[in-house]
């Protein structure tokens, strides 16, 4: 029988938790935003962790600058966070840490909004018909 959860599956769900919790209350940088770990896949040698991150920006802020600043925080910090990881998580070989823009969140919102543009046309549509 096989295994339901591979190695590398449990891994990347601890590496995310901790990470997170890393995220939140290690890092000081002001150019760092709201981050959420949305994802975390390890490759199957362990060499490789890559991080998907969103980011909330705050108020009139820039997404797209918001989002390549904490990329740069991130990364920055990789090295330190790697090493944070590595005294709770007790592995032989600790990832390196490649983080990401998971861009799943921004185009979920697009086709809700189109979804929803569809809808209300079609909502007017059908009442210009009733009468």
Do not use: C
């Not at 390890?42 to 962790?49: F, N, Q």
């Not at 890559?50 to 797209?64: F, H, K, R």
């Not at 090493?83 to 086709?111: A, W």
Request: positive net charge.
């Amino acid at each position: 029988m096989a295994r339901e959860f591979k190695r590398t599956d449990r891994v990347a769900d601890q590496i995310q938790r901790d990470l997170a919790m890393l995220i939140q209350r290690e890092i000081k940088d002001p150019r760092l935003g709201m981050v959420t770990v949305s994802y975390v896949k390890v490759s199957k040698d362990l060499g490789y962790a890559d991080t998907y991150i969103t980011v909330l920006p705050l108020g009139d802020q820039n997404e797209a600058s918001v989002v390549s600043e904490s990329l740069a925080v991130l990364n920055h910090a990789a090295g330190f966070l790697r090493k944070e990881l590595s005294r709770g998580i007790k592995l032989r070989v600790m990832p390196q840490l490649r983080f990401h823009f998971d861009e799943s969140v921004d185009r979920g919102r697009r086709l809700h909004s189109l979804i929803e543009r569809a809808y209300q046309q079609e909502q007017k549509r059908s009442s210009d018909t009733e009468e």
